[in-house]
């Protein structure tokens, strides 16, 4: 059913948000109340998990400043680079013995980068739980095919036993499974005595979520995400362990130049003083720094958090009022605060199959987009169908807000076209 085809909203019977009695079965014809469609629109409707909303006010004039034309290697780009460097270690808190470089790829050119160049020396536990995990699982199974790994695995919604893990072995794993909203609580499952090495991929949490650097080894994270820089710049951080394994373990297989962490048995001291293994974007580069200005603004990495926070916090007031949306992440204390992923519970749409749950789904998520109140919010394409916003800090608490009302409203299409 189109929009209006069944009238006006105003025509059908109308419940505000999350007041609807809950019929716990109704009949797949019966037809429940639309909510009408609400007039306050979210200022920016940039919800995307990746590339994720610019900063507040942020314009093209932020990259005014950009070293365009000039080469990488020249001094002052060199300078903006450990800029970049610099106040990412400042505004993190980042232990003075780790090493921060700016490596190609993204995210995930920085963690191949560190697998590949690290694993092999023992045995690895591969954590996964959504599909970025399942991604270095299968890397580490299909293309290094080590001999001695196990995977940890988990299905959506869940953690994997965390008490399982092995830190006589090396450990690879995602923060925060974006694609599922599953982040694990904290780090106290990591031990301080371990002998292998912390893999972790936290490029949906850096920035967004407080980590234990003395637990992890080896923090990988893109600049499109919490600060919304542009896409493609990987960040890597290694600790003096990691350091210590690159400059013992020599991995049995060729490492393409891009993955080239050492030089002569040594550390590559290059990569980690800015300067970069192959050409990064200095617009990019600028954009970064814009990013990190904007950060420091708002009060650092407190302040960061406590906008991410917050913005999921208000979308759980409204899940809690709601009667047709639940979290996936079964544990509250494994919510995302940047990913938010949500599961439709709705009767009618649970007695779907899965391809015309995602059709549904994916019919709700259009009609936002028309709107133009919301683009990108369908869930990824391995996971659950149903919505993923995103809570990280350059979305503004008063966009969610008056974003909400909306999924109300086209969930009650959606649903309704169910029933038609
Ligand atoms: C957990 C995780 N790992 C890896 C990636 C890939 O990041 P990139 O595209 O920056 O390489 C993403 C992107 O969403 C992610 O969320």
């Excluded at 429940?32 to 919800?47: C, I, S």
């Excluded at 969610?400 to 009650?412: R, V």
């Amino acid at each position: 059913m189109s929009p209006g085809a069944l009238g006006s909203a105003e025509s059908r019977s109308i419940a505000a948000p999350g007041t609807a009695p809950y019929d716990p079965a109704p009949a797949l014809t019966e037809e429940l109340p639309v909510p009408a469609k609400p007039e306050r629109r979210p200022v920016r409707p940039q919800f995307s998990s990746g590339p994720c909303a610019k900063r507040p006010g942020w314009s093209a004039a932020a990259l005014d400043a950009a070293l365009l034309g000039r080469s990488h290697r020249a001094r002052p780009s060199v300078e903006r680079i450990r800029t970049v460097l610099g106040e990412s270690r400042r505004l993190l808190g980042l232990p003075d013995d780790y090493r921060l470089a700016l490596v190609p790829a993204s995210d995930t050119g920085a963690f191949e980068m560190a697998m590949w160049s690290l694993l092999g020396a023992r045995g690895v536990d591969v954590l996964a739980w959504d599909s970025f995990g399942e991604g270095w699982a299968s890397d580490v199974e299909k293309q290094l095919r080590l001999d001695d790994a196990r995977v940890l695995r988990a299905d959506y919604g869940e953690l994997p036993d965390l008490g399982a893990v092995d830190f006589a072995r090396d450990v690879a794993f995602t923060w925060n499974g974006t694609t599922a909203g599953v982040r694990v609580p904290d780090g106290d499952w990591i031990a301080d005595d371990r002998s292998g090495l912390t893999l972790c991929d936290a490029t949906s949490a850096v920035f967004a979520m407080r980590l234990p650097w003395e637990k992890l080894d080896v923090v990988t994270w893109s600049w499109q995400k919490v600060l919304g820089g542009e896409a493609q710049h990987g960040m890597l951080l290694l600790s003096p362990r990691a350091v210590e394994r690159l400059e013992s373990h020599t991995p049995p297989w060729p490492l393409p130049k891009i993955f080239r962490l050492t030089k002569g048995g040594k550390l590559a001291e290059g990569p980690f003083r800015g300067e970069t293994i192959n050409t990064p974007s200095m617009l990019c580069v600028e954009d970064a720094l814009d990013g990190l200005r904007w950060a420091d603004e708002i009060g650092g990495l407190d302040g960061l958090v406590a906008r991410s926070e917050a913005n999921l916090a208000c979308v759980a007031d409204w899940v809690e009022r709601s009667d047709w949306v639940e979290f996936l992440a079964t544990d509250p204390r494994t919510r995302s605060c940047t990913s938010i992923c949500l599961a439709i519970t709705d009767p009618r749409f649970l007695a779907l199959d899965p391809a015309a749950r995602g059709a549904t789904a994916k019919q709700a998520v259009s009609r936002l987009a028309d709107e133009g109140v919301a683009y990108d919010i369908g869930s990824y394409r391995d996971a659950p169908a149903g919505l993923r916003l995103w809570g990280g800090a350059t979305v503004e608490r008063a966009d969610l807000e008056a974003l909400l009302p909306w999924l109300d409203w086209a969930w009650g299409e959606a649903a309704a076209d169910l029933g038609a």
